[in-house]
Nanobody, 116 residues
Framework: QVRLVESGGGLVQPGGSLRLPCAAF????????MRWYPQAPGNQREWVAT???????NYADAVKGRFTISRDNAKNTLYLQMKSMKPEDTAVYYC??????????WGQGTQVTVSS
C-alpha cells in the first residue's frame, strides 16, 4: 500500500514558476509509472506528464517546454517543475502511481492558482 501526498501549491503570477513535490509513503513494486493530472474547476482531471520506471518522460502538448516531471528515488518523491505559467494552468494538481494490476494510487491534490 502506498500513500501519495502532494504539496507546494499556492498563488503564482503569470509567467512565474512553481515546483510541486509528491511524496510517496510505503512501497509497491507493481508501480510502473508516475503521472500528474491537473483538474480545473468544472473539468475532469487531464493528464499532463508521465515518468516511467525507466525514467522516460512524456508530456501533453499544452505543457511541453514549460513543465518538467522528475523524481528523486532516494527521497521517494516525484516532482513537477512548472515555469512560464499561465492562468489556464490554474487547477488542483494530483499525482498518480500507475500499477501493473489493481487500483492506481492517487494523492489528495494541491491547489495551484495562476493570477496577477
Amino acid at each position: 500500500q502506498v500513500r501519495l501526498v502532494e504539496s507546494g501549491g499556492g498563488l503564482v503570477q503569470p509567467g512565474g514558476s512553481l515546483r510541486l513535490p509528491c511524496a510517496a509513503f510505503g512501497a509497491d513494486s507493481s508501480i510502473n509509472a508516475m503521472r500528474w493530472y491537473p483538474q480545473a474547476p468544472g473539468n475532469q482531471r487531464e493528464w499532463v506528464a508521465t515518468i516511467s520506471s525507466g525514467g522516460s518522460t512524456n508530456y501533453a502538448d499544452a505543457v511541453k517546454g514549460r513543465f518538467t516531471i522528475s523524481r528523486d528515488n532516494a527521497k521517494n518523491t516525484l516532482y513537477l517543475q512548472m515555469k512560464s505559467m499561465k492562468p489556464e494552468d490554474t487547477a488542483v494538481y494530483y499525482c498518480k502511481g500507475v500499477r501493473n494490476g489493481g487500483r492506481d494510487y492517487w494523492g489528495q491534490g494541491t491547489q495551484v492558482t495562476v493570477s496577477s
